[in-house]
């Protein structure tokens, strides 16, 4: 199914959207599965099965760290970290310069919505966050990630990715470098493709619910 399921979704989307699988409550056999089927982007949200996934997976597989990060957990990831799609801390911007061998691409997480249960930055904290990170070299800012809340509600969803997108338009004039959209999940990502999403992370409507 995970191969039917990945086709499905492909086919609906613009070539240039990306389709990061979200492996998390899934074991290494799924996500070897998930390989063969042609995925190569992963997305994990915890050190261990990140760490797990990265071991098992081929080389050409990217695993994507999506979750939070704690600062001091930065150094046990720092060899595999490619892409980083929670940036919303100083001292974690600080670690990956201190442990990453090579520059790694991140995502500053924006809490769109203002739901307290959500990490990420307001939308006015992501301009003076970049200045303060600015002299990190290691920490290659590429776009920005959030989290629209649990709902289905069209207009919620609507205004919260367009939001983002607006936000990434404006911060492009100063940040040229800030190009990408992460936004999008199973029950939302048509709507964020719509507002321009480069990358989507789908858990269950790929991999099945667990
Ligand atoms: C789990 C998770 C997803 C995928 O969620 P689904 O609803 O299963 O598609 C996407 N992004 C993040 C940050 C997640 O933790």
């Given amino acids: ?15 240039d959207v990306k389709i990061i699988v ?12 998930a390989y063969e089927a042609g995925v190569r ?24 760290f999506i979750g939070t990060l704690q600062s001091r957990k930065v150094k046990d990831v720092a060899e595999h970290l490619t892409h980083l ?14 442990h ?13 919505s203002g739901e307290s249960s959500k990490h990420g930055l307001d939308p006015e904290e992501v301009q003076p966050f970049l200045e303060e990170i600015s002299g990190y070299g290691k ?4 776009g920005l990630m959030t989290m629209a809340p649990l709902t289905d509600d069209e207009e919620v969803l609507n205004a919260t990715f367009g939001r983002l997108k607006s936000l990434r338009d404006e911060l492009q004039e100063s ?5 990408e959209l992460s936004m999008g999940m199973s029950n939302d990502y048509e709507i964020a ?9 789908i858990g269950s409507k790929i991999m099945g619910s667990r």
């Fill in 85 to 98: 799609h929670s940036l919303d801390r100083e001292s974690v911007a600080k670690r990956i310069e201190q």
């Fill in 22 to 33: 979200v492996t998390k409550y899934h074991t290494v056999e799924e996500a070897l599965e």
């Fill in 193 to 201: 493709v719509e507002h321009d999403a480069s990358y989507i992370r």
């Fill in 41 to 64: 982007d992963f997305g994990e949200n915890r050190v261990e099965g990140f760490l797990e996934k990265r071991k098992a997976l081929p080389e050409d597989a990217d695993v994507h």
């Fill in 175 to 179: 940040h040229p470098g800030i190009t």
């Fill in 1 to 15: 199914m995970i191969k039917e399921n990945f086709n499905a979704i492909k086919e609906g989307l613009p070539d």
């Fill in 139 to 142: 920490v290659e800012v590429v």
């Fill in 100 to 112: 990453a061998p090579s520059a790694v691409k991140c995502f500053i997480q924006v809490n769109v």
